[in-house]
């Protein structure tokens, strides 16, 4: 399949753009398009052969759901049994934004959107482009993250671009997205809202609206909530060590780790705080790639992605991360790099 890239305006995005997405998505097509969180891969909501076309375009397992997008309320209402009082607080609060609700759902959705489940997962996203090709469609969007399974989720045009291309017919490049992290994906269908992804909106600010808030930690006997975190996503081909430490005790660790990887004959990437990196130049490390201020958690978030793949790209068969601080963004930072890295974490 041919596969059309088009610049498109993430903040006045063309009319004849969308419409010509929308077109796509209403003939049963696949079209990858931004939101703030990271690049969405999307189908008609309400057509089964249309949604069964991303499992095929991303290799998905069948038993993960997909994430339905609306535009406005209404939308959501059609999809939605009932909404809790939590459910209605976070749309309030943080509606249109990161943040994916877990919800009853109607009996308007196809069973492969929701792989089974009784619950659907719905966002209303707050990117301009995200939001207007919904509004142009007419109809609620199921949208997994653009990538082939199993690789880091897409925060540019151009990670789409080389996982996508040939596989569908339209991807809306509007450059880098702002979050860079997938939203978090939070229960709100009953009983305590539990976080089941930490993403884009931190605990503590859905503590801050909806009282105590639980984490889903899934042990050995029971699966996670939602079926994809079960999936070692995130990893690169190389091997990840993630460093958990002051900057001091980084920097010596990292050197040290450098200079066996290069014994070992290893290619070494390093993902580090912009605080870290000035000491590690002289290292000679293959690749050094800087995250972002330690001071900025935003920062870090929205590069991690990138630097994921560059050490794919660029052939690192050993990665050293360092790892931030688990509150607020930094928890699900935390949780992507734990991932990549299976759970080869080194305290120091
Ligand atoms: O930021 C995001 O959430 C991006 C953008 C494109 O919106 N989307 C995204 O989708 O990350 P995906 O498919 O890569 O991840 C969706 C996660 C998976 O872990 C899936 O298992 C979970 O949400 N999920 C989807 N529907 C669910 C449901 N009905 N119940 C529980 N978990 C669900
Ligand atoms: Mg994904």
Same mark, same amino acid.
């Given at each position: 399949m041919l596969t059309k890239r088009s610049y498109i305006d993430g903040v006045n995005p063309e009319a004849e753009l969308l419409r010509e997405g929308a077109?796509?998505? $209403?003939?049963?097509?696949? @079209? #990858?398009?931004p939101t703030e969180t990271v690049y969405g891969l999307g189908a008609n909501a309400l057509d089964a052969s249309a949604c069964a076309k991303i499992y095929e375009a991303k290799g998905r397992p069948q038993d993960n759901p997909l994430i339905v997008h609306v535009c406005n309320r209404a939308m959501a209402d059609s999809l939605v049994a009932f909404w809790t009082p939590e459910a209605e607080l976070c749309v309030q609060h943080f509606w249109p934004g990161p943040l994916t609700l877990v919800m009853s759902k109607t009996t308007k959705l196809p069973e492969i959107v929701t792989a089974g489940l009784v619950n659907v997962a719905?966002?209303? %996203? &707050?990117? =301009? @482009?995200?939001?207007?090709?919904?509004?142009?469609?007419?109809? %609620?969007? #199921? #949208?997994p993250s653009a990538n082939l399974s199993g690789k880091p989720s897409p925060t540019s045009g151009s990670h789409v671009w080389r996982d996508m291309k040939g596989k569908i017919p339209l991807i809306l490049d509007s450059g880098t997205c702002l979050v860079g992290l997938e939203s978090t994906v939070l229960d709100v269908s009953g009983g305590i809202p539990t976080i089941l992804r930490p993403g884009g909106i931190s605990r503590e600010q859905l503590e801050e609206v909806l009282g105590e808030v639980q984490v889903d930690a899934p042990s050995e006997t029971q699966a996670p909530k939602a079926p994809g975190?079960? *999936?070692?996503? *995130?990893? =690169?081909?190389?091997?990840?060590?993630?460093?958990?430490? &002051? %900057?001091? $005790?980084?920097?010596? $660790?990292?050197?040290?780790?450098?200079?066996?990887?290069?014994?070992?004959?290893?290619?070494?990437?390093?993902?580090?705080?912009?605080e870290v990196a000035p000491f590690l130049h002289n290292q000679f490390p293959e690749l050094l790639f800087v995250l972002g201020s330690k001071n900025r958690p935003e920062e870090i978030a929205s590069n991690l992605f990138e630097g994921l793949r560059l050490c794919d790209e660029r052939g690192m068969d050993l990665i050293l991360a360092e790892g931030v601080e688990e509150r607020g963004l930094g928890t699900a930072i935390m949780n992507r790099l734990q991932k990549a890295s299976g759970k080869l974490t080194l305290n120091i």
């Amino acid at each position: 399949m041919l596969t059309k890239r088009s610049y498109i305006d993430g903040v006045n995005p063309e009319a004849e753009l969308l419409r010509e997405g929308a077109e796509w998505l $209403r003939a049963g097509e696949l @079209v #990858a398009f931004p939101t703030e969180t990271v690049y969405g891969l999307g189908a008609n909501a309400l057509d089964a052969s249309a949604c069964a076309k991303i499992y095929e375009a991303k290799g998905r397992p069948q038993d993960n759901p997909l994430i339905v997008h609306v535009c406005n309320r209404a939308m959501a209402d059609s999809l939605v049994a009932f909404w809790t009082p939590e459910a209605e607080l976070c749309v309030q609060h943080f509606w249109p934004g990161p943040l994916t609700l877990v919800m009853s759902k109607t009996t308007k959705l196809p069973e492969i959107v929701t792989a089974g489940l009784v619950n659907v997962a719905i966002r209303m %996203p &707050s990117h =301009p @482009v995200a939001l207007r090709l919904i509004e142009e469609t007419g109809l %609620p969007i #199921a #949208a997994p993250s653009a990538n082939l399974s199993g690789k880091p989720s897409p925060t540019s045009g151009s990670h789409v671009w080389r996982d996508m291309k040939g596989k569908i017919p339209l991807i809306l490049d509007s450059g880098t997205c702002l979050v860079g992290l997938e939203s978090t994906v939070l229960d709100v269908s009953g009983g305590i809202p539990t976080i089941l992804r930490p993403g884009g909106i931190s605990r503590e600010q859905l503590e801050e609206v909806l009282g105590e808030v639980q984490v889903d930690a899934p042990s050995e006997t029971q699966a996670p909530k939602a079926p994809g975190m079960k *999936y070692r996503h *995130y990893a =690169p081909k190389g091997e990840m060590i993630l460093m958990m430490g &002051s %900057p001091e $005790r980084i920097i010596q $660790r990292m050197g040290r780790e450098i200079q066996k990887g290069h014994a070992r004959l290893k290619k070494v990437g390093v993902l580090c705080s912009l605080e870290v990196a000035p000491f590690l130049h002289n290292q000679f490390p293959e690749l050094l790639f800087v995250l972002g201020s330690k001071n900025r958690p935003e920062e870090i978030a929205s590069n991690l992605f990138e630097g994921l793949r560059l050490c794919d790209e660029r052939g690192m068969d050993l990665i050293l991360a360092e790892g931030v601080e688990e509150r607020g963004l930094g928890t699900a930072i935390m949780n992507r790099l734990q991932k990549a890295s299976g759970k080869l974490t080194l305290n120091i």
